[in-house]
């Protein structure tokens, strides 16, 4: 079973959801650096296996979103070259 599959359906290329302005500015957003520096910072324990429950669950929080974070930009990417090449 695909966990993503509505995900996936959601941000088909061929069927977007986004608009122009909308899938530039995803492509472009910036990283949150704080956000980054937990993520390293939490790595760094998990890696020692010195993660508490609740930082671990925040760990597997952060990876999650950041996965989450990097397909939306994909998917906008794509889009964009879509909308180029039409």
């Known amino acids: 079973m695909n966990v993503f599959s509505e ?4 941000l088909d290329p061929s069927a977007p959801i986004f608009t122009i302005e909308g ?3 995803l492509v472009n ?3 949150n650096a704080e956000k980054l520096s937990r993520m390293e910072e939490l790595a ?3 890696n020692e296996d010195l993660l508490t429950p609740g930082e671990r669950s ?5 990876i999650y979103a950041g996965k989450l974070m ?4 994909l998917k906008a990417g ?3 070259q879509n909308f180029k090449a039409a």
């Open 7 to 10: 995900l996936e359906q959601a």
């Open 23 to 25: 899938a530039r500015r």
């Open 29 to 31: 957003m910036p990283a």
């Open 44 to 46: 760094d324990k998990a």
């Open 58 to 62: 925040e760990y597997e929080g952060l």
């Open 70 to 73: 990097s397909i939306l930009r």
């Open 78 to 80: 794509v889009f964009l």
